[in-house]
Nanobody, 122 residues
Framework: QVQLEESGGGLVQAGDSLRLSCKAS????????MAWFRQAPGKEREIVAA????????HYNNAVKGRFTISRDPAKNIVNLQMETLKPEDTAIYYC???????????????WGQGTQVTVSS
């Protein structure tokens, strides 16, 4: 089991950038599929981006392709989500998650952080 803690959320304006970080403890981030999910009010939690290994495989939600980038820093055991050109529809609670194998299915992620709020004003 790996413990995850997100940081970096906040209130920004449309078009701004923001970087979320997820600090992992209890296991190396390169040994897991690491992902970011988000949940907007009244909506289901959806995957934003996922990464496995040292970048051998990655996945992005179509809504964020070309704007968001997931990366990991093995030395610091951190996974980042760089978000560019933010839109009001990106407003959500963002969660970091880890799975023991490659998957994009929410139900197959074993470990979750508490989440960090991102609010994008128009």
């Amino acid at each position: 089991q790996v413990q995850l803690e997100e940081s970096g959320g906040g209130l920004v304006q449309a078009g701004d950038s923001l970087r979320l970080s997820c600090k992992a403890s209890g296991g190396p981030v390169y040994a897991y599929t690491m992902a970011w999910f988000r949940q907007a009010p009244g909506k289901e939690r959806e995957i934003v981006a996922a990464l496995i290994g040292r970048g051998e495989l990655s996945h992005y939600n179509n809504a964020v392709k070309g704007r968001f980038t997931i990366s990991r820093d093995p030395a610091k055991n951190i996974v980042n989500l760089q978000m560019e050109t933010l839109k009001p529809e990106d407003t959500a609670i963002y969660y970091c998650a880890a799975a023991k194998f490659w998957t994009t299915k929410r139900s197959l992620y074993d470990d979750w952080g508490q989440g960090t709020q991102v609010t994008v004003s128009s």
